[in-house]
């Protein structure tokens, strides 16, 4: 992002590699997520970050008025922005910037201090393997930059020859691999018009010979697409999905591949989500900021037959639960 474009009290944050997240509350109040932990930095003066939005959106081609009072953009580096305008954000017009930054984390960021290396050589395991794996979490918990770890591991025996097609809402995912073709969906124009969702890109990639799927996040009825491609010889894929903790994950799962097959009962939908996903991997965020795994479980369906509850082997479960 071009910096003249912002008010010089947000320059020094857009700049510093520890900042994440820059918060504009009540049109004025500066909040910075810095290295996992939210502070309170700077004020600005009334009406300055409605102008910086204005023209970060003008070259965009998007709007932010009173018939378009929110508006989610991805800028040209990469940023993500998500602004509101007065009156429904009642006290004054508030902005999120989700910062893109171009690099990976080694897995052992993402391990529990007291299991480091437990966890460690378990993620770098899965990483190596043929499995499909589920990322649960709540939103900062991390899901990503898993995601971008376990792609990109720093390993000798990592395969490089595979074709990785990568399908998000907005690009996030930072990937080194050599062969990946990366598609994001499109939001419909004012007219309604020229709308490309996650399940049209995902039927695309299918058509494009990959040998990895990665999906950003799944939320609608691409759940359905998914599970289908990964139970038609589709190994090795990678999805993030917002949960509470690794089995709300499957349930979650459960419900978006019905609602996208309206014919199906519960238990159809059970059975093919957990014949799709070998393992889940939950996220969360600590008090004190750190991003680290909780739970890593391997998918097993119940013996019962007849009975399609899934049953989670917890390989992993973090120390204080």
Known sequence: MKLQLLPPQLNEYFSDPTVTDILINNATEVWVERSGVLIRVDDLQ???????????????????????????ARLPDGTRLCAVIHPIAVHGTTAAFRLFRQQTFPLTDFCDDFHTYEIHELLRELALSEHNILITGATGSGKSCLVSSLISPDEERA?????????????????????????ESRTATAE????????????????????????????GVEALTLVQAMNTGHSRCLATLHANS????????????????????????????????????????????????????????????????????????????
Do not use: F
């Not at 695309?204 to 950003?216: F, M, N, Q, T």
């Not at 059975?271 to 890593?296: E, F, L």
């Open 46 to 72: 009334p009406g300055q970050i409605d102008i910086a939005v204005e023209r970060i959106l003008t070259p965009l081609g998007r709007r932010l008025d009173r018939l378009s009072p929110i508006v989610d």
């Open 159 to 183: 395969p490089t020859n595979e074709r990785i097609i990568v399908i998000e809402d907005t690009h996030e995912l930072v990937i080194s691999h050599p062969h990946t073709v990366r598609l």
């Open 192 to 219: 309604g018009r020229g709308q490309v969702s996650l399940d049209d890109l995902l039927r695309s990639a299918l058509r494009l010979r990959p040998d990895r799927l990665i999906v950003g996040e799944v939320r």
């Open 246 to 321: 690794a089995l709300d994950g499957l349930h979650r799962l459960d419900l978006l591949t019905m609602q996208a097959a309206p014919g199906w009962t519960l238990q159809d939908a059970r059975h093919t989500v957990n014949s799709a996903i070998d393992i889940v991997i939950h996220m969360s965020r600590r008090p004190y900021g750190k991003r680290c795994v909780t739970h890593i479980a391997k998918v097993e369906p119940d013996s019962n037959e007849g009975s399609h509850h899934p049953r989670l082997d917890y390989l992993y479960r973090t120390h204080d639960e």
